[in-house]
């Protein structure tokens, strides 16, 4: 799957240089402690002097080394102190900056007018949810009532699989395609992805599930970290058919708090993903009505469990498909 750039951070204002370097200030410190002993030894007559005086001459001499030397360090830490005192105030002021230019437009508004704001834009994704599972049941209604019309939408579904020509899709193929290549090295997975996306029946839905699945990983969700509560084919078969709701809430079987919300407020504030979401929920369910009716239940299993599916039961279950 492609790799999209990291986002652009801006980063604080660089902090003022240190007046010295830390290397700088040992090596005075040390100079001064070279200069004092050189001087000691220079002014210490040892056959002369007793042990007092030379001890008194030690102290003169350096004592003022001890002191100049911690004068010395005492600056260079209250220097990088001051420096990164001063990072970390740009840092804070742009944290400012940012949460107010964040919060400016939100503050325009009263607290009703920003809550009914807030409920028309909860209510327009669920009828834009609603909208998209009506079309793809009416799709397959209007192809049942009407068994002898050749309904436009054919081409772009599945049924059929066991009249299909030889170079069609077979299911385990389409098993594996949805599942998407384990890695670089999985041949077999890459086969059966070229394969389905050279199927016009099948394609829409591969490219519409690697789209959410990327845009998915941009907020840290990986299908793979996720273990759904596994639901029986029989709720499968029930969804391919047209339930909806509480009938079929199983396939939700998503439980992670954190993915559900990242997922929510990604589809609140994100009008594209949510379009995407819808589009893969609506080619989904093309498939699986399609696969359904030739399918054993092993098959459908074994669909239920790729990257595809557990994509597939956590939106599903975000825009509440599973509890309406």
């Known amino acids: ?31 001064v402690w070279l200069l004092a002993g050189a001087v000691f030894f220079l002014l210490a007559d040892f056959a002369a002097m007793d042990k007092v005086t030379l001890a008194m001459l030690a102290v003169g ?17 209250m220097s990088e102190i001051r420096s990164e005192a001063g990072q970390l105030q740009g840092s804070i002021d742009e944290l400012r900056r940012s949460m107010l230019q964040r919060n400016q437009p939100e503050s325009d ?3 009703i007018a920003a809550q009914k704001i807030e409920q028309l834009s909860a209510q327009a994704e669920q009828t834009e949810t609603r909208l998209t599972m009506f079309f ?16 436009p939408q054919a081409l772009l579904a599945l049924a059929g699989f066991e009249t299909a020509p030889s170079d069609a899709l077979d299911p385990a193929t389409l ?3 949805l599942h998407f290549p384990e890695d670089e090295n999985d041949t077999d997975g890459f086969t059966a992805l070229r394969r389905a996306l050279a199927d016009a029946r099948v394609a829409p839905l591969i ?23 596994r639901a029986r084919p029989d709720f499968w078969r029930a969804f391919a058919q047209g339930t909806r709701g509480a009938l079929v809430a199983p396939l939700g079987g998503i439980r992670d708090r954190s993915c559900l919300a990242l997922s929510s407020g990604r589809m609140r504030s994100d009008p594209e ?6 589009l893969f929920l609506r080619e989904f369910d093309k498939v699986l009505s399609a696969f359904e009716p030739t399918a054993d239940d092993a098959q459908i299993a074994a669909l239920s469990d790729t990257r595809s599916a557990r994509a597939f039961m956590l939106l599903g279950r975000v825009n509440g498909v599973f509890s309406r």
């Not at 001499?61 to 830490?77: D, G, R, T, Y």
């Not at 793809?136 to 309904?151: F, I, T």
């Not at 490219?207 to 970290?225: F, S, W």
């Open 1 to 31: 799957m492609a790799q999209t750039p990291p986002p652009v951070v801006n980063r604080p204002a660089r902090a003022p240089s240190r007046l010295m370097d830390r290397g700088v200030v040992r090596a005075l410190a040390l100079a």
């Open 61 to 77: 001499l350096f004592l003022p080394a001890v002191l100049i030397s911690m004068v010395l360090l005492l600056a260079n830490a």
């Open 109 to 111: 508004l009263p607290p």
């Open 136 to 151: 793809s049941q009416r799709a397959r209604e209007g192809r049942s009532l009407q068994p002898g019309q050749q309904d």
């Open 175 to 177: 098993i594996r395609a």
């Open 207 to 229: 490219k519409a599930a690697q789209d959410v699945l990327t845009r998915l990983a941009q907020e840290g969700i990986y299908m793979d970290d996720l273990r759904p509560d």
């Open 273 to 278: 993903f949510r379009a995407a979401a819808h």
